[in-house]
């Protein structure tokens, strides 16, 4: 299985969970499921009303970003590792 982690307001979000095992699929596929999996608070914190990722979340898969990848279509494998992040500003 595949490991999901989750960080930050993203957790929070996912009902405090920090990390899933997940079957092989895409990305997208992936983030459906977590969006079926939390519901709204995560699907509104994670995406726009368009359905995409927010600028602000970062999705890695194997600590590559996915728009470094094949983005929603990068295949997730049994031994890959996908990290939910959200950016960090201060002031």
Do not use: W
């Amino acid at each position: 299985m595949a490991k999901v982690r989750l960080f930050g307001r993203v957790s929070d979000a996912a009902h405090g969970e920090k990390e899933l095992q997940i079957p092989p699929s895409t990305l997208g596929e992936t983030l459906e499921m977590l969006k079926k999996t939390f519901g709204e608070q995560f699907t509104s914190l994670v995406f726009d009303e368009d359905g995409k990722v927010k600028p602000f979340i970062n999705v890695f898969v194997n600590k590559k970003h996915m728009d470094q990848l094949r983005g929603l279509e990068t295949r997730i494998g049994e031994q890959d590792e996908v990290l939910i992040v959200p950016a960090i500003a201060g002031g």
